[in-house]
């Protein structure tokens, strides 16, 4: 089974433009994120995809792969049209602005794959609790619900399951832009129009929910820093005592 790694990587984000060319002391959100991912061990090959000639050179000139794209509302899509060429069976999706993201979390995506042995799952993502009363209420923080079988029911910006009496023992759990996909999966989705539910919560893995696919969750206790607001990189730059 050959494994390989994408990193969506778009300039212009709507709540951060330019985040991902941020320094992190000496070195870019967007190479430290992909040269975190190359040290990993764990791929075939590393890609970043990006439809910005900015990044493009950043990780090219530094000796990386780095394949242009079309402008695209998601990443999932752009990562679709990245590996239309490449020969592959699993694309790990790893986000441009996680860039701390641990060699476990990333395991144990791939075990879904190994372990499915009927092909059920079209892509596994990750999942982690949360506990705070403002983390589980901020809309940046999506929220995940699942059945018992830890496979993906719902995914929202709202608080997920309302907690009509007792909030204290309600549990909730943060979605982490990390995805596995099958090859054939992501060249479906690529295919497949949005439908109501992802352009209300602008929540991709929505549009695999919606036309019936499934996604294995996988609890995991990665914590880290995903860089979505300039307070984001304030708080990585902490973690590295910079």
Known sequence: MKIIAV?????????????????????TV???????????????????????RVIFDEITKAGGNAVMTGEHE????RIA?????????????VQGDEPFLKTEPLKQLIAVFHDD???????????????KKEEIENANNVKVITDKDNFALYFSRSVIPYARENFETTEYYKHIGVYAFRKSALRQFARLPMKPLEIAEKIECLRYLEYGMKIKMVETEFIGVGIDVPEDLQEARRLLGL
Not at 74 to 77: K, P, R
């Open 7 to 27: 990193i969506p990587a778009r300039y212009a984000a709507t709540r951060f433009p330019g985040k991902l060319m941020q320094k992190l002391g000496d070195k």
């Open 30 to 52: 967007i190479r430290t994120t992909y040269e975190n991912v190359v040290e990993t061990g764990l791929f075939n090959e590393v890609f970043v995809a990006t439809d910005s």
């Open 74 to 77: 998601t990443g999932s899509d």
């Open 81 to 93: 049209e990245a590996v239309q060429q490449i020969d592959c069976d699993i694309v790990v999706n």
């Open 117 to 131: 042995t009927e092909n059920q799952v079209s892509l596994a993502s990750l999942k982690i609790r949360l506990t």
